[in-house]
Every structure is written in C-alpha cells, then in structure tokens.
T-cell receptor, first 112, second 113 residues
Framework: DGGITQSPKYLFRKEGQNVTLSCEQN?????MYWYRQDPGQGLRLIYY???????QKGDIAEGYSVSREKKESFPLTVTSAQKNPTAFYLCASMSEFEDEQFFGPGTRLTVL | QQQVKQSPQSLIVQKGGISIINCAYE??????FPWYQQFPGKGPALLIAIRPDVSEKKEGRFTISFNKSAKQFSLHIMDSQPGDSATYFCAASMRAAGNKLTFGGGTRVLVKP
C-alpha cells in the first residue's frame, strides 16, 4: 500500500522532555510538510522540505526541529523549548508534478 | 495575520439540503485553492480543488465557486448526507512558495437525518 505513515498515534510526554514524531512516505514524493492542529482550529505549518538535506521554517517553527536525510522520511522533534506542545501533528507530502498534498493519519501529542 | 478566513464555524443542515461554506483570502499570489474534509481523529483528505483561472468546478455533489475579483471562494455540498458530517477546511497555496498550505479555521458540518 502506498501512503504516509505516522507513528506513534498517541504520545505522552513529560514537561522538559524532547520527543520525536515519525513520518514516512512511500509515494516517492519530493516535498514533505509538518502541520500542527489545535482543537477547533485550522492547520498551521511548522516546517517543510522540498528536497533531501534541505528544509525551511514555516509559520510556527519555534521550539521544533526537523531533518531530511532520506527522501521518504521527515521526522519532527518537539523540544522542551516549545511552550504549548499539546496538539495534533500532521505530516503531508506531495509530488512536484501534481497539486494534491496528501496527509498522514496524525500523531496526538499530550504533555503531562 | 490570518490570510484565509472561513465562515461559518459550524453548520447544521437537514439530509438532502445544501451546505455552503465561504472563504476569503488576502494574498493575490495564491494560485491553488483546495478544500479538505476531516473526520475526528483522522488526517484531512482532499475533497476538491480549483485554480484561479476558472470560476466554478463541480465533482459529484461538491462544487467550488471562485470569485477572483472579490478574493472569495466557496464550497457547496448538494444533497447533504449524514456521512458528510465532518469538519471542512479551505486552504490556499502558491507553487512559487513551496506549495505551503494556508488553512482557514474550519467549519464543522452536521447533517441531520
């Protein structure tokens, strides 16, 4: 099956801990994105990458970091510097030849 | 700065009725306008999308109307069904800026049987 996988589905973290969210795609897409969704709100862009070994900050990058060492993988680290990390995190990818951005199933992060 | 404003925040419609959701954008450089459907606890899925060179696009029961001069676009859901109950998001992006999606705040639609 082709698609985007995110793991884990649910994640609990204590305050002051860093945590890494996984995003993998087997669609051979060049571009990958991380969005954050808070309850009752739209999605906001955290980071995006259009090519391996390159990425750019989105609108709310503070307290987050990413890497893009492989085309199929774009992990997101939520650091202790992120003041309000509890949210639903969504990864997406798209081909440079098409318009549609495909989303993964999401990871719900809760900081205890 | 909220670049895409969506209304209403919620909508209740009877089965068989029409749901209408409106969005307004500010950046005239946007060149792609998708609508996403999201069910609770799931990732959004593309419903229908339009580019600014056309004023309307229809796919089944879903229609986008686009007004470039007013910087507005809307989603019409005809013959609404209980299975359409979900949250709908409009969005906008620019190919020249990495196709980053800027989302509206969402509309929660409830279709009553």
């Amino acid at each position: 099956d082709g698609g985007i996988t995110q793991s884990p589905k649910y994640l609990f973290r204590k305050e002051g801990q860093n945590v890494t969210l996984s995003c993998e795609q087997n669609l051979n897409h060049d571009a990958m994105y991380w969005y954050r969704q808070d309850p009752g709100q739209g999605l906001r862009l955290i980071y995006y990458s259009q090519i391996v070994n390159d990425f750019q900050k989105g609108d709310i990058a503070e307290g987050y970091s990413v890497s893009r060492e492989k085309k199929e993988s774009f992990p997101l680290t939520v650091t202790s510097a992120q003041k309000n990390p509890t949210a639903f995190y969504l990864c997406a990818s798209m081909s440079e030849f098409e318009d549609e951005q495909f989303f993964g199933p999401g990871t719900r992060l809760t900081v205890l | 700065q909220q670049q895409v404003k969506q209304s209403p925040q919620s909508l209740i419609v009877q089965k068989g009725g029409i749901s209408i959701i409106n969005c307004a954008y500010e950046n005239t450089a946007f060149d792609y306008f998708p609508w996403y459907q999201q069910f609770p606890g799931k990732g959004p899925a593309l419903l229908i999308a339009i580019r600014p060179d056309v004023s309307e696009k229809k796919e089944g029961r879903f229609t986008i109307s686009f007004n470039k001069s007013a910087k507005q676009f809307s989603l019409h859901i005809m013959d609404s069904q209980p299975g359409d109950s979900a949250t709908y998001f409009c969005a906008a992006s620019m190919r020249a800026a990495g196709n980053k999606l800027t989302f509206g705040g969402g509309t929660r639609v409830l279709v009553k049987p």
